[in-house]
């Protein structure tokens, strides 16, 4: 047995010392023939560039400087056609030989001296088309081989594994750049970004980059150790705030901070789920664009601890990640799921704030009016929302702050109980004063809610928020509806607003549509429905006293005398509800009725529509004959402003409409409005503009037209008709 174990053991060792030797022999040709392979294997990529990119690849010389050390010399890159994309005086880099055995990549070191980088836009063309173009193709090809996409489908955990892993290992483990040119052309605006040094020594980060010459120099420092997956780095100028002004002038986005940090902690894989923990941080950060808010918005620190998971078919923001803004911080979660459908799934949630840390913690410049307010209690927030792309109508919605012993002590720059008393009202167009008037009894067209006609109230409340004695500010139902239509129709087309929100942003905020006005209009409607500082019935009174009703006509009181001459509390039944299809576009009301002051054929529907609903609550009798929309005359002295009804228009009149009446617009935008919209923005009409136009005075009937005769004619044998029709069907 010991002969057979020693023999054994005799022949092992010969067969390693022989694979050795193989080995080495075959190292040394491979040794002896690498400048050969490497020329081959550059020979291939310059080719391939060619023909799968249009890529123009040039490389004035390669050698090997080492073992696993390659240098370059004068390399260029230039799409065909196109300007120079990259030029490259000398670089050198390193391999490590480990991991090549497994065959991946990773650089160990890299040299680089006098390097320019350069993305052009010239109109619509850019020289890293080539980029999109790759990306088409490579599309078009996995569309056209997805017949067995169940089988086939990507794992998007495993692509992005591989994403990080192949990232992390192009970092050196030792760097050396001088020189570096970033350059953004774009048409008559550019940028540059010149690291004038940049090292990698032993995991110690430094650098030194010049933007746009001398206009600011930045630093990138920190920590980087690849190997063990971790990084820790910090963005900051010198001297000034980061800045980008080709931001501003291309976007007309100014963004400004002192200090950006980024950190890497771990990265891991479990479950089926690839996972990646970081962090971020920024330090007075400062926003300015018009979409935002009118001046400048200050966030004075803001971080976040982030649990990113990929998974087969999702990616998110795992519920253990935190945001801390200020005092306060929040628990995120967000998963958007790829396939078989697209799933939105997204929450916020808060433990119970100290209500004045929460305050205190809002970005400079957000919520002007509450700055300064003195609070005390706690708040505790929640959202969340579910939708399901194949199913928008059935989005899940819920939002709300909710308070435990929470009170106002002191009121900012805004005394939002100001209005429990007479005020003046200033109305402003585009930033420019056009009218101030008092809401109260001082002033001869104020009405008090009790001497407004119940048909008007009732009318109002029916076509814009009829819950609005009942909810608390806000209509969750009205906002599940805009999501889901908004995200059907790809764009911003329905909003949610309801009176206390449209009276919010009449009362005490501008007219601007900025980010920041929308959400301070909805904490208002919070504080003040939730605080009970103004009563519904109050709020009511004041909303139908100020908001526009014509052009420069606010409140009821002068849009009943202006268009039918009488006073709120004698408004029938169809003026009502005509008045309540103006609100959302006060301007164009004249528009809606014909020379002889009677109301336009398409609004007929709406009539009937608000009338029926009204009718079946009990706010008005059921009526056959369209709910006083042939009753409805503007006054007189208005119909000279009419423009005649051309003859096209004319005889469109002699077609039956009661089709029109289930399909017209006034139906479609009461929907709009009952479901939630952002209302008609008025245009700038200054009290000087309406007084040069005139004001025209009653005057005698005018003599009607032929045309005025048949039309009414017309209207008459409907109105016959309509009423056969309904004794028939009783």
């Known amino acids: 047995m010991q002969v ?15 694979i050795f030797v193989l080995g080495a022999i075959g190292a040394g040709i491979v040794y002896n023939k690498r400048e050969a392979l ?45 300007d120079s994309l990259l030029r490259v005086g000398n670089t050198e880099v390193g391999v490590s030989i480990w991991p090549l055995l497994y065959g991946q990549v990773a650089v160990s070191s890299l040299t680089l001296q006098n390097g320019l980088a350069h993305i052009v836009r010239r109109d619509s063309t ?16 996995t569309n056209a081989d997805n017949t067995d996409a169940d089988d086939r489908r990507v794992d998007l955990a495993v692509v992005a594994e591989k994403l990080v892993d192949n990232l992390l290992a192009k970092i050196p483990d030792n760097m050396d750049i001088r020189n570096l040119e970033l350059r953004l052309t774009d048409n008559d605006r550019q940028i ?50 980061l800045e980008l002004p080709y931001l501003e002038q291309r976007y007309k986005l100014k963004l400004q901070a002192d200090t950006l940090r980024a950190e890497l902690r771990d990265v891991a894989s479990s479950g089926g789920e690839f996972k990646i923990e970081g962090a971020g941080a920024v330090r007075n950060l400062r926003i300015h664009h018009p979409a935002v808010a009118l001046g400048d918005v200050v966030v004075e620190s803001a971080a976040m601890d982030a649990n990113l998971f990929v998974g087969e078919n999702y990616v998110g923001i795992d519920s253990t990640s935190t945001i ?10 967000i998963k958007y799921t790829v396939s078989p459908v697209k799933i939105y799934d997204v929450q916020i949630h808060t433990d119970p704030l100290d209500a004045q840390d929460l305050f205190d913690s809002f970005p400079q410049g957000l919520f002007e009016s509450l700055e300064g307010m003195k609070v005390a209690g706690k708040l505790k927030y929640d959202a969340v929302l579910h939708l399901d792309s194949s199913l928008p109508d059935s989005v899940q919605f819920n939002s709300g702050l909710t308070p435990d012993q929470f009170k106002i002590l002191q009121f900012g720059k805004e005394d939002f109980s100001r209005v429990n008393k ?31 006609s119940p048909n008007l109230r009732n009318a109002i409340l029916t076509a814009e928020d009829y819950n609005f004695f009942t909810h608390h500010g806000f209509n969750e139902k009205a906002f599940r509806v805009s999501i889901a239509t908004n995200f059907k129709t790809k764009k911003f087309k329905r909003g949610g607003s309801t009176i206390s929100m449209q009276f919010v942003k009449n009362a005490f905020l501008n007219r601007n549509k900025t980010l920041s006005r929308k959400a301070e209009e909805i904490l208002i409607v919070w504080l003040i429905e939730n605080q009970h500082i103004i009563s519904k019935e109050r709020m009511y009174e ?26 709120p509390a004698n408004l029938d039944i169809g003026e009502s509800i005509l008045l309540s299809y103006v609100v959302p576009s006060p301007k164009a009301t004249l528009s809606r009725f014909y020379p002889d002051g009677s109301v336009k054929t398409y609004l007929r529907g709406y009539f ?56 017209s617009n006034g139906i479609n935008d009461f929907f709009r409005r009952v479901l939630g919209r952002d209302r008609e923005e008025p245009e700038v009409v200054t009290p000087e503009q309406e007084a040069a136009k005139g004001v025209v005075t009653p005057t005698d009937s005018v003599p009607k037209s032929r045309r005025q005769l048949r039309k009414e004619r017309r209207e008459q044998r409907r109105r016959e008709k309509e009423q056969k029709e309904n004794e028939s069907s009783q």
Do not use: C
């Open 608 to 663: 009937k529509l608000i009338g029926r609903i009204m009718a079946s609550r009990g706010l008005t009798p059921y009526d056959t004959t369209a709910y006083g929309f042939y009753g409805v005359r503007l006054r007189e002295g208005l119909r000279r402003e009419i423009a005649p009804v051309d003859s096209i228009e004319i005889d469109s009149l002699m077609m039956p409409d009661e089709q029109t009446d289930e399909t």
């Open 422 to 452: 007479p005020f003046e009202h200033e109305v402003y167009e585009k930033d420019k004063l056009v009218r101030k008037f008092i809401v109260g009894p001082a002033n001869p067209d104020f009405a008090p809610l009790n001497s407004i």
């Open 542 to 567: 004041i909303y139908l006293n100020f908001i526009e009703w014509g052009r420069n006509i606010y409140g009821i009181g002068e849009a009943s005398r202006y268009y039918f001459a009488k006073s």
């Open 324 to 333: 801390y803004l200020g005092k306060v911080k929040a628990r995120p979660f």
């Open 192 to 241: 540059r970004f010149l690291t004038e040094t940049a090292t990698i020594d032993d995991d110690e980060l430094t650098s030194t980059i010049h933007v746009n010459g001398d206009e600011s120099v930045w630093h990138l420092t920190g920590t980087v150790d690849p190997s063990d997956q971790e990084a820790n780095v910090a963005l900051y100028a010198d001297g000034k705030p």
């Open 126 to 141: 850019t020289n890293i088309d080539f980029l999109l173009k790759s990306q088409k193709k490579d599309s078009t090809a």
């Open 4 to 18: 057979n174990k020693k023999r054994i053991l005799i022949i092992s060792g010969w067969v390693l010392l022989g």
């Open 38 to 82: 490497l020329k081959e294997g550059l020979a291939k990529a310059i080719r391939k560039a060619k023909r799968d990119y249009n890529l123009n690849v040039t490389i004035g010389k390669a050698q090997f400087t080492g073992l696993s050390t390659v240098a370059f010399s004068n390399i260029t890159v230039v799409p065909e056609g196109r």
